[in-house]
């Protein structure tokens, strides 16, 4: 994996800022240039535009949100020339998830980065729609990320969730490039959802389901990281760990097992290949994405 453009999306808030941060260490790391974006959101005008006292009020707001933006890309501008990271900033109008997409399509961007939470106003806006419609169509990966007090932005621990009835190994590819990149730790894991064996089983079977469901995650897990030192002539001794874990819903189970195990990067495909899988976008990634108290990477599976 080849970092040579990374979006940072911002609408000013303290996530945004964050997102900056991981864009920053992750450029470090790769040598990537990082091009930031705000777009300032139209939609909200239309609401006064037969209320013609308010259009002038409208116009300042926007004016100001742009003033700030590009006084903060300057800014940004300025402090990564002296680390030697590559920088320009670019706003935008109209709705953020369409022209975010756009602007990361148009520069064939890498990978995007931006906030969980908006700011203010549109907090509420994006944090239940536009990071997650940017995830659901989204060609590049995204790395929406979670404010946390005083935080170091670093990864050290990744979880891989994955499914072990689809074929792509995608998601834990990347996350092993991530790995080797930085040097963190990776566990990959595979969730039984108790509701799909609790009632028909008999007493024992679900050790043998977990016992089996290993086996096999194993197996892949170890395969595609021998294929990876291979063919990548990997430079870091990536440590690797498995683990077959059960609950009701597999998404709060994932952001629970996060939590306990201090993960710091979950890398999860956005939905299946077939786009019917368990996986979809809108259970559990959507979930994931949304009580996770880690910064998580959502990417298409390829393959």
Not at 81 to 102: A, R
Not at 132 to 159: D, G, T, Y
Request: net charge positive; hydrophobic share 40%; proline share 2%.
């Amino acid at each position: 994996m080849k970092l040579k453009k990374i979006i940072w999306a911002t609408d000013g808030s303290r996530e945004s800022e964050t997102a900056l941060d991981y864009a920053k260490y992750i450029a470090g790391k790769s040598g990537a240039e990082i091009l930031g974006v705000h777009v300032v959101p139209m939609p909200v005008q239309l609401l006064f535009d037969n209320i013609s006292e308010s259009k002038e009020e409208i116009k300042k707001w926007r004016l100001k949100i742009e003033d700030n933006a590009a006084k903060r890309f300057d800014e940004v501008k300025e402090e990564l020339q002296k680390t030697g990271i590559k920088f320009d900033g670019v706003i935008l109008k109209g709705v953020p998830s369409d022209k975010i997409k756009e602007f990361a399509t148009r520069k064939k961007a890498d990978l995007l980065v931006m906030g969980k939470h908006g700011h203010g106003f549109f907090e509420s806006m994006l944090a239940g729609s536009e990071t997650v419609r940017v995830l659901k169509s989204s060609r590049v990966p995204v790395l929406s990320i979670k404010s946390k007090n005083n935080a170091k932005a670093e990864f050290k621990n990744i979880l891989v969730p994955i499914d072990l009835s689809e074929e792509s190994d995608s998601a834990l590819t990347y996350a092993l490039n991530v790995a080797q990149l930085t040097g963190a730790k990776v566990t990959v894991i595979f969730v039984l959802r108790l509701d799909m064996y609790a009632q028909d089983l008999p007493a024992g079977a679900l050790e043998l389901v977990i016992e089996q469901s290993m086996k096999s995650l194993n197996k892949r897990a170890s395969q595609l990281k021998k294929k990876f030192e291979s063919k990548r002539g990997a430079s870091r001794n990536i440590q690797m760990n498995t683990e077959v874990i059960h609950g009701m819903s597999e998404g709060v189970t994932i952001s629970q097992y996060a939590t306990k195990k201090n993960i710091d990067l979950i890398v999860i495909h956005t939905h299946g290949r077939t786009g019917v899988t368990r996986f979809l976008l809108g259970s559990v990634t959507e979930r994931v994405v949304s009580s996770a108290q880690c910064s998580v990477l959502a990417m298409r599976p390829e393959g």
